[in-house]
């Protein structure tokens, strides 16, 4: 797989995480759910990466730029690090998909290191409402979001939405250090022929990154990045 291959608004979220995470150098680090190791190979630029993908199609397309390790496998492999093992943790886009959610995190509190980082993007329910009723005009699902119901993923399935709070009733270990809004304009630019333009792409990028920080615009961002630090 080539980064040419990637979707636009894919390629932009990720760009959105790095900038955010570019304090990261010299460190050792897991991407637990890491697809197509897009991530996980820009951090290995300077870092030690653990991936671990259960996706056999996503595995085979992965991206090796830069060396990392790549395990095939789930939450189970977890316990097969030592407690304290890394200095951060990447867990991106995972999360809504899966019913272990406890375990994973209490797993990700045992193997990360005193004050060590651990990185979660996950859906905003407010931005998927919003989607459904200004992208989509879906209004029954957009009343279904706004009654707790869960969403439908087409490549992942059901999309289990949680609060940010939430992670914190998982494990005590973990504080949360910042949360940061993701994409709260992009998708809503449906001139498809504009998104591919490659200065439309950076004004875009400034912009998403400037209000990231900012409670409106966090509010109805489409995805939140939620960073935690490790007690």
């Keep these: 797989m080539d980064i040419k291959d990637v979707a636009t608004w894919e390629l932009l979220q990720k760009k959105m995480t790095w900038e955010q995470l ?10 637990f759910g890491s697809g197509h190791g897009i991530t996980a190979s820009h951090f290995a630029v300077d870092n030690e990466v653990v991936a671990i993908e259960p996706n056999e ?27 304290e093992s ?9 999360l809504e ?20 980082y651990l990185s979660i993007l996950k859906h905003n329910r407010a931005g998927r409402v919003m989607q459904m009723m200004v992208l989509l005009n879906n209004f029954e699902h957009a009343n279904e979001l706004l009654e707790g119901k869960s ?48 200065t439309w792409q950076e004004q875009m990028l400034k912009i998403e990154l400037k209000v990231s920080e900012l ?17």
Excluded: P
Aim: hydrophobic content about 35%.
């Design 97 to 116: 998909y899966t019913h272990e959610r406890k375990e994973i995190i209490t797993e990700f509190s045992r193997i990360l290191k005193k004050n060590g």
């Design 151 to 198: 969403g439908h993923a087409q490549q992942f399935g059901t999309i289990n939405y949680y609060e940010d709070s939430d992670i914190l009733e998982w494990s005590d270990k973990l504080r949360i250090e910042k949360i940061l809004g993701m994409k709260a304009f992009w998708d809503l630019q449906q001139n498809q022929e504009i998104q591919k333009d490659k």
């Design 86 to 94: 890394f200095d951060v943790i990447l867990c991106h886009n995972v």
């Design 215 to 231: 409670e409106a615009y966090k509010a109805i961002a489409f995805f939140h990045h939620v960073i935690l630090r490790k007690n």
């Design 22 to 31: 570019k304090c990261i150098h010299n460190k050792r680090i897991l991407d």
């Design 57 to 83: 199609k996503m595995l085979c397309d992965r991206f090796t730029e830069n060396d990392y390790t790549q395990i095939k496998g789930d939450v189970k492999e977890l316990k097969n690090f030592k407690d």
